[in-house]
């Protein structure tokens, strides 16, 4: 017996979109800019799981593709963001975003 | 019946670690609870039939994961324990907020009618028709994510490069 | 032909076996070795020198853009592993579709040397 007639598709929803739910709430509630980056990838990950689960019960290999290029959006996103981490370092000296209100009115 | 309770297992490891990567004080414990949860997720593609999919994941991970350790090696100092949090009005904020959404996307689940899914490939996991698929009918999106990766490189040089003078 | 759960098997044994050995040797490791506690037996050892400090300081990020260089690096791989196992049948067509795409990124390989971002400062 496989996954596919063992465990019905909504629950494969409902855990991708806790996992969503959680990275949302780590994004809003942490201040470390490192651990806001954890739960971006907590994000794209419950994305993936869901694009994963749908290509597997349809059949279709598109979906796990899909994945692959998520992926590559993702490794974009942390070298572009970790470089702009780095630059807020060296003038803050540290990773709390609560220093970055120069743009507030 | 063995795969349902391989599913919960899974399940309850990744929520649990995905909540403790919120919770913890302690940066280096929010990356080892990242891992555990990654490699749970892991365990989900393999029990979806999608091996090779797995397999990538944890090696993409593995390497991006280090990379963060890194980082917070590096950049956080690790004598003081707590970061400094938020007020706890905005994170009471924060837990309204992200608990709606949930309702929300679970919500929307209930309400949606069951659909009947046609049954296709039950390879489609495997290596040999993902790379049918990606190179055939996905050779524009493969073309231009290599173009991604380009400028990707020369943001993370240009903002991280200290010109020499 | 739907994989049966039973063919990771082998998987699931070196796992065990991996864990297995790892939880072992410690254990075995603590259990067996002569245990004499002193103060100065535990204190840290820096080569011979005072110890100065702790451990846990922040350190230099010179290399960090290394570090970042390879995660892009590293993802660009899992798209060859497909196109690697479809070569025969993808012919000259999907060896220039690779081509293009190496091509961008060795762009960008030289781009990073020609700055000289692994240099180190």
Redesign the interface.
């Known amino acids: ?4 007639q ?2 019905p ?7 991708s ?10 994004v ?5 800019a ?2 806001i ?3 971006v ?2 994000m794209l ?1 419950a994305v ?2 869901l694009l ?2 749908f ?8 979906g ?2 899909f ?3 998520i ?6 996103e ?3 963001g ?6 807020i ?1 060296r003038n803050t000296n540290s ?2 975003i ?1 220093f970055l209100n120069k743009l507030k009115w | 019946m063995m795969i349902k309770y391989i599913f919960y297992f899974l399940a309850f490891v990744s929520v649990f670690s995905a909540l403790m990567v919120v919770v913890s004080k302690n940066p280096v414990h929010c990356v080892l609870y990242l891992i555990m949860c990654f490699f749970s997720i892991a365990g989900h593609y393999v029990l979806l039939n999608a091996q090779f999919l797995a397999a990538v994941h944890v090696i993409v991970y593995a390497g991006a994961i280090m990379v963060l350790f890194l980082f917070v090696i590096m950049l956080l100092n690790l004598n003081t324990q707590s970061e400094p949090h938020k007020s706890t009005w905005l994170k009471f904020a924060a837990a309204i907020t992200s608990g709606l959404l949930l309702v929300i996307l679970v919500g929307t689940l209930k309400g949606s009618e069951t659909m009947v899914m046609p049954v296709g490939n039950p390879n489609a996991g495997l290596i040999k028709n993902l790379g049918n698929t990606l190179f055939k009918d996905f050779l524009l999106p493969f073309e231009v994510s290599s173009i991604l990766f380009l400028v990707a490189m020369v943001g993370a040089v240009m903002l991280g490069k200290k010109e020499i003078k | 032909m739907q994989s049966n759960l039973y063919d990771y098997l082998p998987i699931l044994l070196m796992f065990i076996v991996a864990g297995g050995f790892v939880g072992g040797t410690m254990f075995v490791t603590h259990k067996l070795g002569p245990q004499i506690k002193s103060k100065i037996k535990l204190d840290t050892f820096e080569c011979g020198i005072e110890s100065q400090g702790n451990a846990r300081i922040p350190f230099s990020i010179k290399y960090f853009l290394v570090a970042i260089l390879f995660v892009l690096f590293d993802v660009e791989v899992i798209f060859m592993y497909p196109w690697a196992v479809n070569f025969k049948e993808l012919g000259l067509f999907g060896f220039i579709e690779m081509l293009t795409f190496m091509g961008f990124l060795l762009l960008g390989f030289f781009y990073i040397l020609k700055k000289g971002a692994l240099k180190w400062e």
């Open positions: 017996m496989s996954t596919i063992a465990i598709l909504n629950w494969y929803i409902l855990l979109a806790v996992l969503f739910v959680i990275g949302v709430l780590g809003l509630y942490r201040r470390n490192i651990i980056f954890m739960s990838e907590l990950n993936n799981l994963t689960a290509s597997s019960y349809r059949g279709d290999s598109a796990q593709v994945v692959f290029f992926m590559a959006v993702a490794a974009a942390v070298a572009v970790l470089a702009i981490l780095i630059v370092y990773t709390d609560n």
